[in-house]
């Protein structure tokens, strides 16, 4: 009643078109409910019906694997800012020896990890990591792997009050003061009809010991939202018509034909189908006698028509304005593109992924698994670091390298680049960065093959000789 009102007095004194209740905007009434209601209520679906997607639609598993790809490709690497040179080729050697071993499942290494956490961020919206500690006779070079959990193990309906005064808001446990105090993980998945443990048994797990990586869409917000989401039923009813003109297709190419008699009982032969329907067999160039009064008409399904096409490229484009993914990413057609627009495409692209990156993938886990990391390091012993405990931020102290990005016109962007380090406007380090390199370790390589070309007589220009001065 008071809303109805307010859109009245609205209309009256004018205003925001968008918020009065004209014939247009009548039957647009969209829900006030808070994000976390709104995911409570539609998360499980949502999350089921885009895992289908991406099971059985090519634009949409394109989309993701695309996504993937870009936000982490063959891993986002550390860089550890450590002063002391020696002491950093120790950790970043140890390191790399781990990266081998992270995953509790033995299936891929930490950055495989990270491939699989964008993956199921862009499909669930979310995505778990549990620390597991391990015994020094498990043979780690350090004690220490990352488990993934999926957003379907941690259950949306479980809300409640402890006796301790903590809250249990959507599986995620509160304190008196707002902050995460544990997860209520499921101890099997709800799916997973092949795992004989408890159903609906569940475990608590300390925050201190679980990752989760989300990117929120509103303040407030606890749980994820697939990326999928806005597409879901476009991709849905697009798979549907393109099913129905393939099958219309399909029909047409058959060349069907139909009997129609005025006697039922006396019909050309046939042969039973399924169902004990009588089916009639044609071959090619076959001349078939008929009953009097039977005729035969062949069927002429409708064709596709000129809109097909076009119909197929703006209902696609709108799924990549909804996934984010470029349209040439999302449906591998690159006949509508050239360098110009390829370009500006992949340049917003890039943007979105590099937010991505620094705000989700480095800040929520690789930076809180490098800091794990390296307390254990130090704590089992791997690393012997003295006054480790005291100046602990200088020696966690840490920039991480996405993967590079492949040029466009490498010979034009090379030389662009080229300019803006000469033109004092972009620094060498910053430049390696953005490839993906250690501006330290790629120096060294480049020193340790001049050396080498000198020590074996290769070196033919004396400006790049170590023995001849700067």
Not at 377 to 397: H, K, M, P, T
Not at 400 to 411: E, I, N, R, T
Request: proline share 6%; with cysteine; aromatic share 8%.
């Amino acid at each position: 009643m008071l809303g109805s009102f307010r859109r009245r007095l609205g209309a009256l004194i004018g205003g925001f078109e968008a918020a009065q209740g004209s014939r247009r905007l009548k039957g647009f009434q969209p829900s006030r409910a808070h994000v976390n209601t709104l995911v409570a209520a539609s998360g499980p679906e949502i999350i089921a019906r885009a895992r289908y997607l991406v099971r059985n639609n090519g634009y949409a598993l394109n989309a993701t694997e695309s996504w993937t790809g870009n936000s982490v490709g063959t891993g986002i690497k550390p860089s550890s800012l450590i002063a002391d040179a020696a002491l950093k080729t120790t950790v970043q050697k140890l390191w790399l020896a781990w990266t081998d071993e992270s995953d509790a499942e033995a299936l891929t290494d930490f950055y495989g990890q990270q491939r699989r956490a964008a993956r199921e961020a862009f499909i669930a919206g979310e995505v778990f990591f549990r620390f597991r500690p391990r015994r020094p006779e498990d043979g780690l070079s350090v004690p220490l792997q990352l488990q993934m959990l999926p957003s379907e193990m941690l259950p949306l309906t479980r809300n409640e009050t402890l006796p301790s005064g903590n809250v249990i808001r959507q599986g995620i446990e509160f304190d008196r003061i707002g902050r995460r105090a544990a997860y209520w993980f499921l101890r099997r998945h709800p799916g997973d009809s092949t795992d004989p443990g408890m159903m609906g048994e569940t475990a608590r797990v300390p925050a201190s010991e679980i990752i989760h990586v989300i990117d929120p869409v509103e303040s407030g917000q606890l749980r994820g939202v697939s990326r999928l989401a806005p597409a879901i039923v476009k991709l849905a009813l697009l798979d549907q018509y393109d099913d129905a003109e393939l099958e219309r297709k399909k029909i047409a190419a058959m060349y069907a034909m139909f009997v129609t008699s005025p006697a039922p009982a006396d019909v050309i032969d046939a042969v039973p189908g399924e169902g004990g329907d009588a089916i009639v067999e044609v071959q090619p160039g076959q001349v078939v006698p008929l009953e009097p009064g039977e005729q035969i008409q062949t069927s002429a399904p409708a064709d596709v028509g000129g809109s097909y096409e076009p119909f197929q490229y703006r209902t696609i484009l709108q799924i990549s304005a909804a996934t984010g993914v470029p349209y040439a990413y999302l449906s591998n057609d690159m006949l509508k593109a050239n360098y110009s627009n390829s370009r500006l495409a992949l340049l917003e692209f890039r943007r979105r992924v590099e937010a991505w990156q620094h705000a989700v993938m480095v800040h929520q886990l690789c930076r809180v698994v490098w800091q794990r990391w390296m307390d254990v390091a130090v704590l089992s012993g791997a690393l012997d670091i003295a006054g480790y405990e005291r100046q602990r931020a200088g020696f966690v102290a840490c920039s991480w390298l996405p993967p590079k990005w492949d040029w466009v016109d490498p010979l034009k962007d090379t030389k662009a680049e080229r300019e803006q380090i000469d033109a004092k406007l972009k620094s060498r380090t910053q430049a390696l960065a953005e490839r993906g390199y250690d501006a330290e370790q790629v120096d060294a390589e480049i020193a340790a093959d001049r050396e080498r070309e000198h020590r074996l007589g290769l070196n033919s220009d004396p400006s790049t000789d170590p023995a001849q001065p700067a």
